[in-house]
């Protein structure tokens, strides 16, 4: 049996940024599979990951989750983390993965230069938007029932 079916990838994003906001709806959009799950950095599903993984103790940033909760888990931050989202997607989106020739180093630094200031560019909510009901069951915080 596939691992992603039976351990679906996770999202890790800032759930009070508007420019992550339309992202997540974005990738929701052209998620062809409908498996890519999604979890607020704040959430209860996020900190157990932070737990697991120290050296995201400090990173405010997009996490991508492979195999959650598995022995195995791996987490990709930053533009690692938006790569494995392309290659998720795959279609069109694979088009990203020529970032790859860019050293890392490089394109965080880019990543990291647009997260200082992405609330000035998308707004920032007050809290987590609530998703819609078509997709809510995809989003790990309980807070959405």
């Known amino acids: 049996?596939?691992?992603s079916?039976?351990?679906p990838p996770v999202l890790l994003y800032d759930g009070v940024c508007g420019v992550c906001n339309t992202?997540?709806?974005?990738i929701l959009r052209f998620d062809q599979r409908g498996t890519l799950r999604f979890a607020a950095l704040d959430s209860d599903f996020a900190r157990a990951v932070v737990a697991?993984?120290?050296?995201?103790?400090?990173?405010d940033?997009?996490?991508y989750v492979r195999n959650p909760g598995c022995f195995d888990e791996q987490v990709?931050?930053?533009?690692?983390a938006l790569l494995q989202v392309a290659e998720y997607l795959g279609g069109y989106w694979r088009l990203a993965?020529?970032?790859r020739a860019v050293p890392s180093g490089i394109r965080d630094w880019l990543y990291d230069r647009f997260a200082a200031f992405r609330y000035h560019v998308g707004?920032?909510?007050?809290?987590?938007?609530i998703p819609s009901p078509e997709v809510r069951s995809r989003f790990l915080d309980a807070a959405y029932g």
């Open 1 to 3: 049996m596939d691992q």
């Open 5 to 7: 079916s039976t351990h």
């Open 23 to 26: 992202a997540v709806q974005t």
């Open 52 to 59: 697991r993984h120290p050296q995201l103790r400090d990173i």
């Open 61 to 63: 940033s997009v996490v």
């Open 76 to 80: 990709d931050i930053r533009t690692a």
């Open 97 to 99: 993965l020529a970032a």
């Open 123 to 129: 707004g920032q909510y007050d809290t987590c938007p």
